[in-house]
């Protein structure tokens, strides 16, 4: 029976199950466009298209790549990130002595307007042109991840994909000699598979490991269950955020109720300026996995995972409730609910008048936790509503008292009072030993 025989003997069936057909059609649809999704991603060893690419500064000034004369490559950034938009000033002046041997394009993953908008907002100068998206380019090389590094030898040639931090003048004077220096392969991410370890070769039924960071593979987790075994997946984080994950904070703990006795914290968190450098997440970065009865609760297998990190990595973390002085709001009258609209907060702007419209005291509370040097704010308000704020702050967040005179226009009180709060408490065997026990 051909094909069209085929269609004949179902048109029947089709015509009288609609939903058959529409289900059937979708199916088909969803297929075609993965194959076709599939198709178009570029594979290392192959010539990309040559593109016209048209300038965000100058529109009518458009722009061949791959060169086809030298080699090139390909970056994509958010011009929305300030941590990006710090590398990319850098990245600005390490290439400029090779501006007549590379052929170097930038692309925002903000769309024509949004991305010069961010641009001008960020005053960001650059002499490295600067592309806005192109969804023919990110087919091509489909990533989540940003700033993702492409690089093309002179035939416009696929030649491989890195961090930022891969571009250095080492690896440069290498890439224009027309050779590929020697470079860690940026994956955007890790598959988990279903009933698969990702660290080991042969598991067992149940077990936990701690492994080194895996070079070249983004940050990833996955928590997934089957009839009998729950298993965590982690890949590439931070040891800092790894215990926030076995604490159940993964999104964070206020920065004033962190301890910590250890000789150097910056080998646990992001140092901000480093915070998308490779290398330092290779040096401090780790994966943990482990598979566990599926009946165990959730906060046993999370405090497994707090004492494996802390088996591997030689530490001591944990929460202890300690009893300290905090800042404490409270009413001094009826609080006014805020007047509606659109939620927002300039915040992290730097600006002495802080601002916030229709939202809940929360948001200020966060704010003011972020800060080490503060005491720990708590609210016993008792108010659920939103707000609007208008608070002048000449010395930022840390300025105690110009916040509480500024709050009191709002019937919100401040003072000082003992509580006993959870601190999150690292300690390093050695500084225990030197600086506890003298």
């Given at each position: 029976m051909n094909d069209k025989h085929r269609i004949g003997y179902l048109w029947p069936f089709f015509r009288r199950y609609n939903t058959i057909k529409l289900l059937v059609f979708l199916l088909v649809v969803?297929?075609?466009?993965?194959?076709?999704?599939?198709?178009?991603?570029?594979?290392?060893?192959?010539?990309?298209?040559?593109?016209?690419?048209?300038?965000?500064?100058?529109?009518?000034?458009?722009?061949?790549?791959?060169?086809?004369?030298?080699?090139?490559?390909?970056?994509?950034?958010?011009?929305?990130?300030?941590?990006?938009q710090k590398q990319m000033q850098r990245l600005d002046s390490l290439v400029k002595p090779f501006s007549e041997q590379l052929h170097i394009i930038t692309l925002t993953a903000e769309e024509g307007e949004a991305a010069k908008q961010w641009l001008q907002k960020s005053q960001l100068q650059l002499s490295l042109p600067v592309v806005a998206a192109q969804a023919q380019l990110k087919q091509y090389f489909p990533h989540q991840l940003h700033p993702h590094v492409v690089w093309f030898n002179?035939?416009?040639?696929?030649?491989?994909?890195?961090?930022?931090?891969?571009l250095t003048t080492?690896?440069?004077?290498?890439?224009?000699?027309?050779?590929?220096?020697?470079?860690?392969?940026?994956?955007?991410?890790?598959?988990?598979?279903?009933?698969?370890?990702?660290?080991l070769k042969e598991p067992s039924k149940t077990y936990s490991i701690v492994t080194p960071y895996i070079p070249g593979v983004e940050p990833a987790f996955k928590v997934w269950k089957d009839s009998s075994t729950i298993y965590t997946q982690v890949i590439n984080f931070s040891s800092y955020t790894l215990y926030l994950m076995a604490i159940n904070k993964f999104l964070g703990y206020p920065a004033n109720q962190i301890i910590w006795e250890v000789a150097d914290k910056s080998h646990y968190q992001f140092p901000k300026e480093k915070a998308l450098e490779e290398r330092w997440k290779r040096a401090y970065s780790y994966c943990y996995e482990s598979a566990m009865p599926l009946h165990q609760p959730a906060s046993a297998r999370?405090?497994?995972?707090?004492?494996d990190l802390n088996t591997a990595l030689?530490?001591?973390?944990?929460?202890?409730?300690?009893h300290t002085q905090v800042w404490r709001l409270y009413p001094l009258g009826l609080i006014k609910a805020a007047a509606g609209g659109k939620a927002y907060n300039n915040f992290e702007e730097d600006t002495p008048l802080k601002q916030m419209r229709n939202v809940r005291l929360e948001a200020l509370l966060y704010e003011l936790n972020q800060r080490e040097e503060n005491l720990p704010f708590i609210d016993e308000t008792a108010f659920s509503g939103k707000l609007d704020l208008d608070l002048y702050l000449p010395k930022g967040f840390t300025d105690s008292q110009a916040l509480k005179q500024a709050l009191e226009k709002y019937?919100?009180?401040?003072?000082?009072?003992?509580?006993?709060?959870?601190?999150?408490?690292?300690?390093?065997?050695?500084?225990?030993?030197?600086?506890?026990?003298?």
């Open positions: 969803v297929v075609f466009s993965k194959k076709a999704k599939a198709q178009q991603a570029l594979e290392i060893g192959s010539v990309l298209p040559q593109q016209e690419l048209v300038l965000l500064s100058n529109s009518a000034i458009s722009l061949k790549f791959p060169d086809l004369t030298k080699p090139s490559l390909l970056i994509f950034w958010n011009a929305s990130c300030k941590t990006t002179a035939q416009g040639q696929f030649v491989a994909t890195s961090a930022i931090d891969e080492a690896h440069l004077q290498t890439f224009i000699t027309g050779k590929m220096p020697a470079i860690i392969q940026k994956q955007d991410r890790i598959d988990f598979k279903i009933g698969k370890s990702t660290l999370l405090d497994k995972m707090r004492q030689h530490l001591n973390v944990r929460l202890e409730s300690r019937h919100i009180g401040m003072e000082l009072v003992e509580r006993e709060v959870p601190f999150l408490v690292f300690t390093e065997p050695s500084y225990s030993t030197k600086h506890l026990n003298p």
